[in-house]
Each structure stands twice: as structure tokens, then as C-alpha cells.
Nanobody, 121 residues
Framework: QVRLVESGGGLVQPGGSLRLSCAAS????????MGWYRQAPGKQRELVAL???????NYADSVKGRFTISRDNAKNTVYLQMNSLKPEDTAVYYC???????????????WGQGTQVSVSS
């Protein structure tokens, strides 16, 4: 199994910053695209940012210019630097990756347990 563990969530005032981390562990042969999603109360889960193995990135329009996704392949870790946070960024943030174990013939999608980000004064 591939396990994803997120950290770095919390309560921050509007305009503040947080950095989320997500480390993958387990019988990993390779990790492909990694990303962050979020789900606010009463809303569907939505894409926040993706980063490919080639370090190409994609962002939701609502976070462009404020959030930055990065990855450390040696540590199997993906990060999300969140600046200029707004109350509407409040949500549970989930890490996702496509990964393959040594005996897999295709990639499978894995999710973390989520970390709460709350933006409020």
C-alpha cells in the first residue's frame, strides 16, 4: 500500500500564509503526478494544484498567484505554499498522487486523510 500523510494545516488570519506538506511512503516503485485538492463544508472536492514528474504545474483560477506547488522526488513529498489566504480558502485539503508499486502494471490513485485549513480573523 502507498500511504500519504499531510501536515501543516491550521488556523490563520486573512492575508496570512501556511505551508502544507504531504509525504508518500510504502512499497513505492514510482510516483507520477501529485496534487492538492480541497473540500469546503457543503461543497464538492475541487482541484487546487497539480505537479507532474516533469515539474509542470496547473492551478485552479482561484489560487493562481497566491499558491505554489512543488515536490521533492528524493523525499516523495509534495508541498503547497499558500500565501495571501482568504476566508474562502477554508477547507479540508487533501493530497493525491498517482503511484505504482513494484508489482503493479499501472498507476493507482492514492489519497491522504486530509488536513484542515481555516482562515478567519
Amino acid at each position: 500500500q502507498v500511504r500519504l500523510v499531510e501536515s501543516g494545516g491550521g488556523l490563520v488570519q486573512p492575508g496570512g500564509s501556511l505551508r502544507l506538506s504531504c509525504a508518500a511512503s510504502g512499497s513505492i516503485f514510482r510516483i507520477g503526478t501529485m496534487g492538492w485538492y480541497r473540500q469546503a463544508p457543503g461543497k464538492q472536492r475541487e482541484l487546487v494544484a497539480l505537479i507532474t514528474t516533469g515539474i509542470s504545474t496547473n492551478y485552479a483560477d482561484s489560487v493562481k498567484g497566491r499558491f505554489t506547488i512543488s515536490r521533492d522526488n528524493a523525499k516523495n513529498t509534495v508541498y503547497l505554499q499558500m500565501n495571501s489566504l482568504k476566508p474562502e480558502d477554508t477547507a479540508v485539503y487533501y493530497c493525491n498522487c498517482n503511484a505504482r508499486r513494484s508489482w503493479d502494471t499501472i498507476d493507482y490513485s492514492y489519497w491522504g486523510q486530509g488536513t484542515q485549513v481555516s482562515v478567519s480573523s
